[in-house]
């Protein structure tokens, strides 16, 4: 399946074009859910969120020049997940709604924000694998039938990118 920009999909999904709403929900609905799905730990909310995201991208109110989609897009939806998490714990109270967040300590959130922050450095292949191992929780073996490479060579873009994000990260 072809990789769409964000002005691409917008165009296609305003025409109604549906290669682009296939790929729509092949590429992009399962990354924006399981990312609004960690923070709310609600399927339904989860699913909120890819309709507010599709929402926003038909009615031109996401930016559509942005380069790597699918990060922008896993931000985009990290942002809507937080700020329906936060309108939640409003309406319904501090105490109905669980204290602790799905990330757990403040040092767990800075530490998503540092890794969200160095998915920006790296290319939209590189990106894409990432999202899909480590937000989505496919095997490599999966993302190589998924995008349909080898999975050694995977493997081998793989291990570069942990090299890369740990040197960025500061791990050892």
């Known amino acids: 399946m072809k990789e769409y920009t964000l002005g691409e999909l917008a165009k296609g999904l305003r025409e109604g074009n549906k290669r682009i709403l296939e790929a729509w929900y092949k590429d992009y609905v399962k990354i924006i859910f399981s990312v609004a799905n960690a923070i709310l730990n609600d399927h339904g909310l989860a699913e909120d969120v890819c309709g507010q995201l599709l929402y926003e991208l038909i009615a031109g109110e996401i930016q559509s020049d942005a380069e790597k989609s699918k990060a922008y897009l896993a ?33 767990s959130v800075y530490d998503h924000l540092l890794f969200y922050d160095s998915l920006r450095n790296l290319n939209e292949e590189e990106q894409g694998i990432v999202v899909k191992r480590v937000l989505c929780g496919y095997k490599l073996k999966e993302i190589a039938k998924l995008d349909g490479t080898e999975y050694g060579q995977l493997r081998g873009i ?11 990260l500061r791990y050892e």
Do not use: I, M, P, Q
């Open 75 to 107: 931000v985009a939806a990290k942002n809507c997940a937080l700020n329906l998490r936060k309108k939640n714990k409003w309406e319904l109270g501090y105490d109905d709604v669980k204290s602790e967040s799905a990330f757990g300590t403040a040092a």
């Open 158 to 168: 793989y291990r570069k990118v942990r090299a890369k994000l740990k040197v960025e």
